[in-house]
């Protein structure tokens, strides 16, 4: 038995085998092979199994000539390419690694860093001079666009510069707050559901009356475009254009406007344009009621949908606004607009948020007062964009625009579909600073245009998570795309709860008195 422990070794042991059998396996594999092409082999077919004497001979002194042509279908059944999405050993291709221009900033004052290079691992920027041509962030969930937007919006705010944030989801806004020191709070305005005594603003205060009321109609035409017609539009606007010629207008006086006559009578009385407000209001006035009725009932719809909620008829109903949007532009603010959609219903959070974004943008435009070197840096950070670009002009005028006032947008959400065909041009036109995140195939085709030919379609719809292609303006130029990691954001400081204390002690007691026109509207009654 001792003799035969070795034979039992050597047979369960690697080794060398043996010439005869090594030509066996050979022959064997080459009958399989030549077997995988019987397929080709029926009528019709120019394929034939033949004997090769001496093999070995033959295939070295074979000459190349001309071959035959395969379908892509053809081929792949002869190389057995694995059909599967998941197959244990195989790794697919992901995006491949590219380099950053050496013309993109890695540091320095007033640079916004972006993230890090996959290829150097150095950091990479944007100067706030660029970020001036506004930034397209897109990217499925989950991808790493939030970790972004809160890097970003913390650096901005310890940088000193003002930012406004619209977060419809509600950790964006949560995040932000975990991440800013409590010093840091008379620079706080915070709008948000879960805070006792937030912010207020009233959508109908601002410099040019006709310019705000087109931004409140265009507002509710946009988000209500399915049921919005000629005829609601106008009530809508006539009625905005009235209230507002009066001292603290305030959304929450439009019903009694339209429902109360004697109300309605005491703001219409001055009126002395028969061809404008004044011939609006006397036709309205001889309508039948029930034809009244029917005519005021959508516009009343559409607002008590919003405003018999507490949260946005606290913010939007109040008589002043508790914070200077402009004030806040040009000092540093940090504008913080919370509004859950979970929490406050879908149209009720774009109809807030599309306020927010108004009156930033009523702020910006009034910079054309002051000379260039005059207006500070301030960016508008709009996560879910394609829920609150509803003002009334185009937003490739508000995006050209936008650059003279040095108001730069960034401007997320998750794909192409969301966005209207004017708005994804206007975004691919204007928006000149591209960060994409892993996209859908779909729309990594569109999408490689701005990236190629460095990074094509394929790039676009493979990257791992917290990875991203960019292509950024460096020195007011477009730069090559590159490959990029975002950073984590920073650490949580731990002063949120103080910020929002000190948040409410300022709001507390700015209520001011009941403006005369809701004193009015609370004492009259219906016709």
């Known amino acids: 038995m001792a003799d035969r422990d070795p034979v039992r070794r050597r047979a369960h042991q690697p080794r060398r085998v043996p010439a005869a059998n090594l030509q066996a396996q050979v022959t064997t594999l080459a009958h399989g092979i030549a077997a995988s092409f019987g397929v080709y082999s029926g009528a019709r077919q120019r394929l034939r199994r033949l ?37 244990p050993g195989l790794l697919r291709a992901r995006a491949k690694p590219m380099p950053a221009p050496i013309d993109v900033p890695d540091s ?64 964006l806004v949560t995040d932000v707050l975990d991440r800013i020191p409590a010093a840091m709070a008379d620079r706080v305005i915070l709008i948000d559901p879960n805070q006792p005594g937030g912010d207020r603003l009233n959508p109908l205060l601002g410099d040019d009356p006709d310019l705000t009321v087109d931004n409140i109609v265009s507002i509710f035409a946009k988000i209500f475009q399915r049921f919005w017609g000629p005829r609601m539009d106008d009530i809508f606007r006539m009625a905005g254009l009235t209230l507002i010629r009066h001292a603290n207008p305030v959304l929450t006086n ?7 006559r004697q109300f309605r009578s005491q703001l219409t009385v001055d009126l002395d344009d028969p061809e404008g407000l004044r011939g609006f209001w006397d036709s309205f006035e001889t309508t039948p009621h029930a034809q009244r009725a029917q005519m005021i009932a959508p516009v009343l719809s559409r607002l008590r949908l919003i405003l018999t909620r507490p949260f946005p008829k606290y913010t939007l109903g109040a008589a002043t606004s508790t914070f200077d949007m402009g004030k806040a532009l040009n000092t540093g603010g940090i504008v913080l607009a919370r509004l859950p959609k979970g929490q406050l219903g879908e149209d009720t959070a774009r109809v807030m948020g599309s306020f927010v974004l108004s009156t930033a ?13 005059q207006r500070r840096d301030a960016t508008v950070f709009v996560d879910e964009a394609h829920n609150f670009l509803n003002l009334p002009g ?72 917290y990875r991203a292609a960019a292509r950024l303006v460096a020195g007011g130029r477009p730069s090559p795309a590159f490959t990029l990691r975002t950073l984590p954001p920073a650490e949580p400081v731990g002063e949120a709860t103080a910020i929002r204390q000190a948040c409410a002690a300022r709001v507390a007691g700015t209520d001011p008195d009941e403006p005369a026109v809701r004193q009015l509207a609370r004492r009259t009654r219906r016709p």
């Open 108 to 171: 320095g004052r007033n640079i916004k860093i972006l993230g890090r290079a996959e290829v150097g691992g150095h950091t990479v920027g944007l100067a706030v001079a660029d970020a001036r041509h506004h930034l397209h962030v897109i990217g499925s969930t989950g991808t790493g666009k939030s970790t972004l937007l809160v890097r970003m919006i913390v650096a901005d705010i310890l940088a000193g510069r003002a930012v406004v944030v619209i977060d419809p989801k509600g950790d």
């Open 254 to 260: 439009i019903s009694p406007l339209l429902l109360q």
């Open 394 to 465: 185009s937003v490739d005028d508000m995006l050209a625009e936008a650059r003279g006032y040095h108001l730069a947008l960034v401007l997320a959400h998750q794909n192409l579909a969301q966005l209207p065909t004017e708005t994804q041009r206007a975004l691919s036109a204007n928006a000149r600073n591209k960060i994409f995140f892993d996209v859908a195939p779909e729309d990594a085709v569109d999408l490689a245009k701005h990236t190629l030919p460095e990074l094509d379609a394929h790039d676009l719809s493979h990257m791992d998570v």
């Open 361 to 373: 943008w009523q702020a910006a435009t009034a910079r054309a007062r002051k000379p260039e070197d």
């Open 51 to 87: 004997p090769m004497p001496n093999p070995a001979r033959v295939l070295a002194g074979r000459p190349l000539r001309g071959g035959f042509l395969l379908s892509t279908d053809e081929l792949a059944v002869l190389a057995g390419l694995p059909l599967d999405l998941a197959v």
